[in-house]
DNA sequence: GGACTTCCATAGCTAACGCCTATTGCAAGC
DNA sequence: GCTTGCAATAGGCGTTAGCTATGGAAGTCC
């Protein structure tokens, strides 16, 4: 049983003739004879009478109308439903991010992108690096926030920005109004990190390892709020990066002098896996809208 | 779209593999491959994510799988609906009936072919012979109990059997007594006969015109037992069919002396007319259901 | 890290099948 | 009885789905 057999059936139906009907679809009468003859052999009885100068729908060709209609209707629906899902820019868009991104970064994309774009339908996860990885391989996230190039080959990475990094002092701290300042001027004070699973945390350490500062940790966290709070309280200084710096009155962000402290941030998809319109769409609208904000 | 392409296309969603649904449906797996690209192509993006050795639905193929599985379901739902109307014997059977023969003949066939045949949905149509050829040609009827074969050349006559005609007489008729009678002999009474329409009517007078008897018509009706309870009254008298025949204190039913004086009573179908098997076998029921009753 | 395996895509060929034109066969209408 | 209208048949042609063989990329094993 085969489409055209079950339009060419339509066709016979509705013009009552095959003649009319082969001008409707476009072929010649005797290739629309055979086709139905042989959608009559396949149901194993005729669907039509032929009498004389006048053709009817036999009773089985009569119960077999509707459903050949149906599914004509439902090919039609089908076809147009997933042109449909290309063409528009609508659909699913489920975007990954790291913690220490996330809050910063995403919120504008994401108005932006959906004031332009209101069909999208946005949703976010957010997780630490490696989780992020396992998400993109199996495809439950499209696309992913994350920071420095990955170094999985099944993964591809686009940078967005490069952003400074800024030592984070307590207000009364001795080096709290200076312009900039070196880590290893840092090196006796107590440290507030993030968890270990939170690559920002090996950002950090890559900076006092390249200062040749073995530091004194005396706080973990998740998020850089907590961090900012507690440096606030006096309980130690840390680092950020630049798009977590606030206008804080009992914090002073000093920016470290070092050509080498940047992060960069950018998007990782799954290569070889396939986005849709929109998604290919978003990822393009952060790509643009971040041009502008990489610093140098 | 073709049907093959969806299938392969759900054979590859569910194995997850090319290969797989390869085997699955039976072909090289180059050829489903090529069916899935032309697929792809049609709908204007990917279904499937090739991510190395994982093969996954891309957002699209997501929202095509259901229709797809969709429209294979309603496929074989038609071809299997076709099928069984034809093979399992069930479905409309039409049976028009003239109105001479209706009452006699149609109940004890219909009761012996539902008893049978169950399923068969059987409808009854009453009517004059030439509105009963009417419905034929309309295919508004599947078959037609009607008396005579016909003339008319887009029609087919199945004969069930031949009836001797009786005249029908009043008790104390002169003649009521008898083992048979010549139409001659009744030459000088009035006559009781169905309308115009009727092909009975024919019948009979045909009987008068051998019998070189032009009858004095006093009563005009539409049914037999009309007939006979006039002449049960007294009224005249009337030629009948055997089927017709019934015990009655105040009737006597005489044989015609003649053998020509036969009823053919027979089906008659639509020529060209394809019939279902219910159909067909209803058919086939009256026939082998009447040979026994063929009285010579 | 190189050989092997696994899996999908490509290339080139073949056979089937849908479509074509020309013609026949059958009714219907003048 | 001839023409007309319509579906079926016959025979040729071109497209295409299918095949085998091969290529290339990713994962696996020693």
């Known amino acids: 049983m085969e489409v055209h057999q079950l339009r060419y059936f339509c066709a016979v139906a509705e013009t009552a003739s095959f003649t009319r009907a082969a001008e409707r679809e476009k072929v010649a009468q005797p290739s629309l004879s055979q086709q139905i003859m042989k959608l009559e052999k396949e149901l194993g009885g005729r669907l039509f009478d032929r009498l004389g100068r006048t053709v009817r729908l036999t009773s089985m060709g009569k119960v077999f109308l509707p459903r050949a209609r149906a599914i004509l209707n439902e090919l039609k629906a089908a076809r147009d439903e997933a042109a449909a899902s290309q063409s528009t ?9 790291i913690p220490t991104v996330a809050p910063y970064f995403l919120p504008a994309q994401i108005a932006s992108f959906s004031a332009k774009f209101p069909q999208a339908s946005i949703t976010v996860v957010e997780d630490v690096t490696a989780r992020l990885m396992d998400r993109l391989r199996a495809s439950l996230v499209d696309l992913a926030l ?6 999985a080959n099944d993964l591809k990475f686009f940078p967005l920005c490069s952003e400074r990094l800024f030592a984070i002092l307590p207000k009364d ?11 290893e001027e840092l090196r006796e004070d107590p440290f507030l990190l993030l968890r270990d699973d939170h690559c920002f945390r090996e950002t950090a350490m890559e900076m006092c390892k390249r200062a040749r500062l073995s530091p004194r940790i005396v706080f973990e966290t998740g998020q850089f709020s907590s961090i900012l709070g507690m440096v606030g309280a006096g309980m130690g200084i840390s680092i950020i990066p630049e798009m977590a710096v606030e206008r804080r009155s009992d914090c002073s962000f000093v920016l470290i002098a070092d050509e080498n402290a940047l992060r960069t941030v950018g998007v990782v998809t799954l290569k ?10 978003f990822l393009e609208h952060m790509r643009s809208q971040s041009e502008a904000k990489i610093p140098d």
Not at 89 to 97: E, N, R, T
Not at 146 to 151: E, G, I, S
Not at 173 to 183: G, P, Q, S, T
């Open 272 to 281: 070889g896996r396939f986005l849709s319109r929109v998604q290919q769409t």
């Open 173 to 183: 701290h001795r080096l709290a109004k200076r312009r900039n300042v070196l880590l």
């Open 89 to 97: 820019l609508s659909g699913p868009v489920c975007i990954g991010a």
């Open 146 to 151: 994350m920071a420095h190039p990955t170094r």
